[in-house]
């Protein structure tokens, strides 16, 4: 039970990471455009 709730919280964190590198250039488009 412990080995497979780590997998599945690094899975949730590899993907937060991998949706934070897709949105991050569009957060930084839009701080620019805001500036």
């Known amino acids: 039970m412990l080995s ?3 997998g599945i ?3 949730f964190i590899s993907v ?3 949706l ?3 949105f991050a250039p569009a957060r ?3 701080y620019r455009q805001n500036l």
């Open 16 to 18: 937060n990471l991998d």
């Open 4 to 6: 497979n709730l780590s």
């Open 28 to 30: 930084l488009f839009d």
């Open 20 to 22: 934070y590198v897709l």
């Open 9 to 11: 919280f690094c899975f």
